[in-house]
Structures are given as structure tokens and as C-alpha cells.
Nanobody
């Protein structure tokens, strides 16, 4: 089992940047591919980005491609989401998730463990 704790959310103006962190504890971090999802009010939770166990492969939703970057630091058991050029439509609760399956999966049901979420609010 793995426990995930997100941090780094907050309020930022449109065009600004934030970096989210997700600290993992428990089973070996490298066992899991990691992902970020987000959920805006009244909407379904949606895939944002994912990274493979080695960090060699990354995957992004079209809506964030070119603006967001996912990375992982195995020494710190942490995965990051660098968010640049933020837009009001990026406002959501962001969740970190871990999967024993394929990093290329964009389905919530494929992820085994979830953090509690961190709020990101982008003002116009």
C-alpha cells in the first residue's frame, strides 16, 4: 500500500505558475506509475498527466500539453506537476494517484491509490 499527500495548491492569477508536489510513503515508490487528475465543481474527475515508473515516459491531456510538466524524484519519493500559463479553466481540486498498471492509462479506475487533493484556483 502507498499513502499520497499533495501540497502546493493555492490562488494564482491567470498566466501565473504553481508547482504541485505529491509525497509518497509506504511501498516502494518505483513500483508505481504516477498520475495527476483534477476535478472542477460540478464536473467529473479528469486525467491531467502521468509518468512511468522510470520517469522516461510522460503523458498529458490535450488541454494542458505544453503548459504542464510532470516529473518524479525517486530519491524523495515525490512526483511533481509544474503548471505554467495557468488559465481560469484550470481551477479544480488536483489529485495525485498511483497505479500498479500502465502509466499510459487515463482512466480513474486504473489507479489504485489516491491523495486527498489540493485546491488550485486561477483568477482572471
Amino acid at each position: 500500500q502507498v499513502q499520497l499527500v499533495e501540497s502546493g495548491g493555492g490562488l494564482v492569477q491567470a498566466g501565473g505558475s504553481l508547482r504541485l508536489s505529491c509525497a509518497a510513503s509506504g511501498r516502494t515508490f518505483s513500483t508505481y506509475a504516477m498520475g495527476w487528475f483534477r476535478q472542477a465543481p460540478g464536473k467529473e474527475r479528469e486525467f491531467v498527466a502521468a509518468i512511468s515508473r522510470t520517469g522516461m515516459n510522460t503523458y498529458y491531456a490535450d488541454s494542458v500539453k505544453g503548459r504542464f510538466t510532470i516529473s518524479r524524484d525517486s530519491a524523495k519519493n515525490t512526483v511533481y506537476l509544474q503548471m505554467n500559463s495557468l488559465k481560469p479553466e484550470d481551477t479544480a481540486v488536483y489529485y495525485c494517484a498511483a497505479t500498479l498498471g500502465l502509466a499510459s492509462s487515463r482512466e480513474r479506475s486504473d489507479y489504485d491509490y489516491w491523495g486527498q487533493g489540493t485546491q488550485v484556483t486561477v483568477s482572471s
